[in-house]
């Protein structure tokens, strides 16, 4: 069975740019959560993903978005991008509709400069 | 105050020495989770627990739901287990996860 694949690994962008992140969820997973980590900090929730609908949401303002597609794989879209959104996104895959009620199997992360 | 306290921040051993990380929540939770993080970052999920006790190998988790605490320990720790464990709580009605800030843990020769 497959983990969880997360691309790109690393990535540069500049302020006010847009970017997609890529998640590939673990064989038998349905469901696709995703965080933010700044350095030194503990992951941030940002929202979960379940049978291809947002069923949970962070803190996060709307330029965060995301999508789950039919094989359950899942892609975070940050538009306007600010120095802060700099860290490393995980996403993680379980299976079941309650976020952290199930295994969470992670991936390696994004990390995302912006400067 | 965070939600999810995790002590101590930083914590080094020698090896072999037995080793214990302690976190705290405030909300009510179903499930808390250990979780590994290396640098570099990828994080391995140790144990999910909701009650009592989980073994695997030489790491132990324990939860006491009345008193909102869970302890992770280590035993015969090694260099290998250095690392970055965070705990992290389901809470709440959003469907979200908490996570402590992490214990940084150095274990020497």
């Known amino acids: 069975e497959t983990g969880v694949t997360q691309s790109p690994t690393h990535l540069i962008k500049t302020r006010g740019q847009q970017v997609t992140l890529r998640c590939s969820s673990q064989s038998g997973h349905n469901t696709v959560s995703w965080y933010q980590q700044a350095l030194g900090q503990g992951p941030q929730f940002i929202f979960q993903y379940y049978r291809e609908e947002e069923n949970g949401r962070g803190n996060f303002p709307p330029r965060f978005s995301g999508l789950q597609f039919p094989n359950y794989s899942s892609e975070l879209n940050v538009n306007a991008l600010e120095l802060d959104d700099s860290a490393l996104y995980l996403c993680?895959?379980?299976?079941?509709?309650?976020?952290?009620?199930?295994?969470?199997?992670f991936g390696a992360g994004s990390r995302l400069t912006v400067l | 105050k965070n939600e999810v306290e995790q002590s101590p921040q930083n914590l080094t051993a020698q090896e072999g020495e037995f080793i214990t990380i302690n976190c705290s929540y405030s909300v009510g939770i179903s499930a808390l989770h250990w979780l590994q993080q290396h640098p570099g970052g990828g994080i391995v999920s140790l144990f999910m627990?909701?009650?009592g006790k989980k073994k695997h190998g030489r790491l132990i988790a324990t939860i006491n739901i009345q008193e909102k605490h869970s302890s992770l320990h280590i035993t015969a720790s090694h260099p290998r287990d250095s690392a970055v464990y965070i705990c992290?709580?389901?809470?709440?009605?959003?469907?979200?996860?908490?996570f402590g800030a992490g214990t940084r843990l150095t274990v020497k020769p």
């Open positions: 627990l909701s009650s």
């Open positions: 993680a895959s379980s299976f079941g509709r309650r976020s952290g009620a199930n295994v969470l199997t």
């Open positions: 992290a709580v389901r809470g709440g009605n959003n469907n979200d996860m908490r």
